[in-house]
């Protein structure tokens, strides 16, 4: 051979070799996507708000940084979409180009399947769009909406089920687009407005949602309201007088309507929150003082009862008492396997907890429920202090399938979640109510006050068992009809009390207590 | 070096006349001035639909361009005949080869930057973008010149021992397996489920083939809302990582070339 020598090639290939690997994996440990939190920065030029990845203490910086570490912290595409364990084709299609092309074509697409209600072709399109394009957040918003409202029964009950997946969802949006507050709010409102329940979740996602610079002012105040949903009306009040403190300012910038209303309302909020924390008895409360006098003072007994009677097969009738006049009460009823379990690494676990859901068990967008679980929730409304209702559950087999032979049926009621009106009676943490055979203060965690108190969350709960043969009228119960009821149940077939006694709610309006006839 | 040049020079002028090769850059061209108008087709914003696409389009009509230009080169030589023509002049096997490729990405430089003086006009003229953003546009068409460079070193290797066809497919398999690899390798190492020994196999696979992945820059083009720390240092890494794969991907076409009977 002419040139150079075998030997100088061969010296050439082998640094070259050395070289390029040197290059990809670098010297030392390499930090991988885990080893990173994503910090929001304000390009103060621009005004544009953009994630700058950090280690996280205690993660040393590497001796030398491989290029593969550098391009999965910065240029992959969407790391977590990928450790979600995609397919290849999946990935093929993510890597292919025109990524967000395609997306938006999906997208279109999905738009005319809500048109024509065809919601199941629905999901696999926020799925691929979710995949090609993470940063659509509109996707992830509108789908987690989807699915955590949309799939419902003949009598528009939601599918719970899908919830998990729903919440999925908004935390992954969240995961890939963490410089924005819009995922973190979506989440949070899931929380509050469709869960309704676990308002500590909803307060957690709504303060991340502030931290992020582009949140809407206006949205701001959903973390106040949280707080007070979850019986911390000091932490409301801390909120909204920060909230203020900026309003107040942006005012004084800019004499806008847009600022002088948003400073306004926040005023007024803070207004109704302070009458609401004194007559409560809330401050009373925290400096430990009596809370005679004030309007949670006695507390009120609400008097439950009820009764299902199953009158066809999977058609369940509820009746009961409650004893609180002023249009407003919902008691939640839940129907569900004994165990609700899901496989979850491999294994069966029981995400079930009383009268709901462990609803925040996965981390995995899984957009197919579990479908041979039961878990039925609906609200029943009281009027003139009874509650009427019948629920069919004969015309959705797939989202009720009874495969389980026993199931809890549970009724339970939340003064957190109560209208503030009668909230006003019950107070924050129920404070005001009682009943003398349901009132459990075990169902749902307390609040931790500032002078080391514990304030006990005080709910109406109470769970019968059923069984498959019941619900669906078979074996023994093919002839005879099921009726469960709280040993306290009366039967009568007055619906409407004449002595209609109105309860002392002192209403702000009136400012003082209602009249008693 | 004067035989290089020449090798290359000569090449550049045969790959522009290559019909073929005309038809594929035309047919990218012509989808680069299309594409604005097809923004409207999507729910996503505009803006972003269109540099994720001409990027796309640059991407992909490149690749195809370097291997279709880079399979024909050595065996078109022996098939015709003309390599017996050169090598017996005062050229080396060596310097063949080297100044082939050289010429093959001297066209296909010329080539890509057609196809990004376009995408930039575009840009300029109907998104009324400014000079930074022009210039943070203009960063991925130069790293995919780079990915293209190093896919016609693997092009130029195999067309040393194998038929254009089979050539084709081997190129276009190894870019599309180096493309993905690196994503494919990042869920398995992520994934807890996955077990050592794959992970293991997957490290060693994804040091040892050409990682084209590297040069795939676009994503926070495309969504500008991280910031790229060190992206001087990455861009002047991963230029380096591809004169290295291209020195080992030459070094082993001419050891193979060497001892090729022609």
């Known amino acids: ?517 | 070096m004067k035989p290089i040049l020449s090798i290359a020079s000569t090449t550049i002028g045969e790959a522009i006349r290559r019909k073929v090769l005309l038809i594929i850059l035309l047919i990218g061209v012509l989808f680069l001035f299309v594409a604005p108008g097809l923004g409207v087709l999507s729910a996503r914003s505009e803006t972003t639909v269109l540099r994720g696409m001409m990027l796309g389009i640059i991407q992909l009509t490149s690749a195809v361009i370097a291997i279709v230009l880079t399979v024909y080169m050595i065996p078109n030589e022996i098939e015709r005949r003309t390599i017996y023509t050169i090598l017996s002049k005062p050229v080396t096997r060596w310097q063949f080869l080297v100044g082939k490729y050289l010429g093959a990405i001297g066209a296909l430089g010329m080539m890509m930057a057609l196809m990004s003086s376009i995408m930039i006009l575009v840009f300029w003229r109907l998104q009324s973008a400014d000079v930074s953003q022009l210039a943070d546009l203009a960063k991925a068409p130069v790293m995919y010149f780079i990915q293209m460079c190093l896919l016609a070193s693997v092009a130029i290797f195999f067309s040393t021992f194998v038929s254009p066809l089979v050539n084709f497919f081997l190129a276009g398999g190894m870019y599309l397996l180096g493309s993905l690899f690196s994503p494919f390798f990042q869920t398995l190492s992520e994934n807890p489920n996955t077990a050592q020994v794959a992970k293991i196999f997957a490290l060693v696979v994804n040091t040892i083939l050409p990682n084209f992945s590297n040069y795939n820059v676009q994503n926070p083009i495309i969504n500008p809302n991280q910031t790229i720390q060190n992206e001087g240092a990455y861009y002047l890494q991963v230029t380096i990582y591809g004169l290295f794969y291209i020195g080992i991907l030459l070094v082993g076409g001419i050891l193979i070339f060497d001892r090729r009977e022609v």
Not at chain 1, 220 to 242: E, V
Request: charged residues 30%; hydrophobic residues 35%.
């Open chain 1, 1 to 517: 051979m002419k040139g150079p020598k075998k030997s100088v090639l061969y010296g050439i290939l082998g640094v070259c070799f050395v070289g390029q690997g040197l290059l990809m994996r670098g010297l030392g440990y390499q930090p991988s996507q885990s080893d990173y939190d994503p910090v929001t920065v304000e390009n103060k030029k621009t005004g544009v708000f953009r994630v700058v990845k950090k280690l996280k203490p205690g993660v040393d910086k590497p001796a030398f940084q491989g290029i593969y570490s550098s391009w999965s912290r910065d240029f992959a595409p969407r790391k977590t979409v990928a450790a979600a364990g995609l397919s290849p084709d999946q990935l093929l299609f993510a890597l292919a180009g025109f990524r967000e092309m395609i997306a938006g074509i999906l997208w279109v697409r999905a738009d005319s399947f809500f048109d024509t209600g065809n919601y199941d072709a629905i999901l696999p399109i926020i799925r691929l769009v979710t995949i090609l394009d993470p940063s659509q957040i509109d996707v992830y918003a509108t789908g987690m909406w989807h699915i955590g409202y949309n799939f419902t029964d003949e009598e528009q009950r939601s599918d719970r089920r899908y919830i998990p997946s729903a919440l999925a969802l908004g935390k992954e949006g969240c995961r890939q687009n963490p410089e924005t507050y819009e995922m973190f709010f979506e989440t949070g409102w899931m929380w509050y407005h469709k869960i309704d329940d676990d308002y500590p979740q909803a307060v957690k996602w709504f303060e991340q949602a502030q931290t992020k610079p582009d949140m809407i002012p206006a949205r701001k105040n959903l973390l106040a309201m949280a707080f007070q949903r979850d019986g911390q009306p000091d932490a409301a009040l801390d909120t909204y007088s920060r909230l203020l403190n900026k309003a107040e300012s942006e005012f004084d910038k800019d004499q806008a309507f847009g600022n002088r209303q948003l400073r306004d309302t926040i005023q007024n909020n803070i207004d109704t929150t302070l009458v609401r924390m004194v007559q409560r008895g809330w401050v009373a409360e925290k400096e430990g003082r009596p809370l005679t006098g004030y309007d949670t003072d006695p507390a009120f007994d609400v008097g439950f009862s009820a009764k299902a009677t199953i009158i066809d097969s999977r058609v369940i009738k509820f009746e009961g008492t409650w004893n609180v006049l002023p249009v407003g009460t919902r008691v939640r009823v839940v129907l569900r396997d004994k165990d609700y379990t899901v496989n979850l690494d491999g294994k069966d676990t029981d995400v079930g907890k009383p009268a709901g859901m462990n609803w925040d068990y996965s981390n995995d967008v899984n957009l197919d429920p579990p479908r041979d679980r039961t878990f039925m929730m609906d609200q029943l409304f009281v009027r003139n202090r009874r509650f009427s209702r019948k629920v069919d559950l004969s015309k959705d087999p797939t989202m009720y399938p009874f495969t389980e032979k026993e199931y809890w049926l549970e009724f339970y009621y939340n003064p957190r979640s109560a209208p503030p009106h009668i909230q006003d009676k019950f107070g924050y943490n129920g404070e005001g109510m009682t009943d003398k055979n349901f009132l459990r203060n075990d169902v749902r965690p307390g609040q931790k006050l500032p002078n080391g108190k514990e304030l006990p969350q005080k709910v109406v709960y109470v769970r019968l068992p059923i069984s498959r043969d019941m619900i669906l009228r078979r074996g023994e119960w093919q002839d005879k009809v099921p009726v469960i009821k709280t040993p306290n149940y009366v039967e009568t077939a007055n619906n409407y009390d004449k002595d209609e006694t109105l309860i002392d709610i002192p209403s702000l309006r009136s400012g003082g207590g209602a009249e008693k006839k």
